[in-house]
Structures are given as C-alpha cells and as structure tokens.
C-alpha cells in the first residue's frame, strides 16, 4: 500500500463521508441541494480528517505510542516508512486544500463557516500535538462527536442555505456517537500499549471492560437517537429506516466484548466505520423518500 495512502488510514474516512451525507440529505430534502457545495463540502471533510490522521501518526511517532508492541496497522512516521519532515509537510498540503475549499463555502455561506473552519483545524492540530494534545487525556471522543459528528452533520446543513433545522441537530448526534465509537474501538485495540507510553486515552481511563461497554453504548445510542427524534417528531418515520442497519452492529460488539488480539479488533473499526456509512446512507435515502 502507498505510504500516503496508509498514513490517511482510509478505514476511518467513512466517519468525515457519512456526516456531509446526511446533512445534504437534509438540503435535499428541504429543497437547497446544490451539487457544488456537496462536492466541495466533502472534499474539505475528508482533507481535513487526512490532516487529522497525519497529525496523529506524527504526533504518536514523537512521543513514542507507536511502538513495535502496537497491534494495529503500520504508522508511517514510527515505522520509517516517512520523516517527520514529510509527514509535516503532508499535514500543511491537506489543511492547505480543506482551507481552499473552505474559502468557496465561506463565500456561499457566510462567515459562520470561517469560523467553524478555524476552530476545527485549531482543533485538530490540537488533538494529539501542541502543550496539552486533548486526544492523550481522555478527551479524544469529545473531539470526535464535537467535530465529526455536530459540526461536520450541522455545518453541512448550513452551507446550503444558512440554516441549521431540529432534524440536523437530532442526525448530527447520531453520526457523532458512531463516530466516537471508531475511536473507541481503536484505542480498546491499543489499550495496553498506548499505556505504556502514557497515552491516556478514554479506553485507558476507563479500563478494558467499561470501554467495551462505552462502545456498545454508543453504537446502541446511535439508534435510540433516530428513535426519540421520529417520537418527537423531529425527523420523519423513514429515518427508522438506519434500523435496517442494525445486523451489520452484531459482529463487532460481539468482538470488541470477546477478543483482545490485534486482527480481530482491527476489523471492529472497520466493521464500525462500515457500520456508520451504511447508517447514514439509510438515514439519508430516509430523509429524502419521507
């Protein structure tokens, strides 16, 4: 696989993908869909994530989480495969091109969305570098249902037409716990090196068992969401549609609650960014058909 390409950690993408999914299903189906924000809205998205994911292997590589002991896919920077001076290099590119993209959305949408994109790289720069990286102190969950889940599913919604409906808030919830649940499954899967390196993360904090448990929780809640939002009337009884989705959950709970090994919590995240993809493609087409 191509260093670049390993370094992005595609298996997380579908978290940045399914937020700008669902929050143009909601335009589309209020009638301010526009294909030129969906492109670019998602074109930032998942620069931006990539930015995320650089930071991260360099950040880890410097303070020494990606050991040899690590169980789950090869880090660039740790591994060799990349110097930190290129891996910088990569980050600047990928915040360089979401800033480009945000500059056209900031002419279609106002500065409400200067804002969300100052904050959001300010943030991610922050998760795992800078005086306190927040991601080493049990705050990295927060970070992801914060920006991948409420600011990516409601600040798409806004760009279309500067609005951000109940129904937005009630999606954008959704899509940030099953977000919040890749991160959890993959520092379960790093549990005890990330320890080791003093990387307190919430799976650390808590513990194996109660961050299996904050997993099932979280994917579990993603559901219970839809359903109180179509009991209040919030979003349309399509929605309920996601439930479809509910089979595709099985495995990995199952997993993440009997194996400790590498593989198998390995394919728990991408069983759960798989999972949150196809949510929102149900919520989506829901939305729409409703």
Known sequence: MNRWVLAARPA????????????????????????????????????????????????????????????????????????????????????????????????????VILVIGVVSIIAALGYTNGPVPYGYYGLGEVFVFVFFGVVATVGTRYVYDRSAPADAWWSAVAMGVLAAAILVANNVRDIDTDRDAGKRTLAVILGRTSARWLYAAMVMGAYAVIAVAVAASSLPAWALLTFASAPLAVSPVRTIFTQTEGPPLISVLKATARLQLVFAGLLAIGVLVA
Request: neutral net charge; glycine residues 12%.
């Open 12 to 111: 997380t993408l579908p978290a940045g993908v399914a937020a700008v999914v669902v929050g143009s299903a909601l335009a589309g189906a209020d009638g301010v869909f526009a294909w030129d924000l969906f492109v670019v809205t998602l074109f930032a998205a998942v620069a931006i994530q990539i930015g995320v994911n650089f930071a991260n292997d360099l950040a880890d590589a410097q303070k020494g989480a990606d050991t040899e002991a690590r169980i789950g896919p090869t880090r660039a920077v740790a591994s060799g495969l990349m110097t930190s001076g290129q891996m910088k290099r990569g980050i600047a590119v990928m915040f360089g091109l979401a800033t480009l993209a945000g500059w056209y959305l900031i002419w279609r949408a106002g500065w």
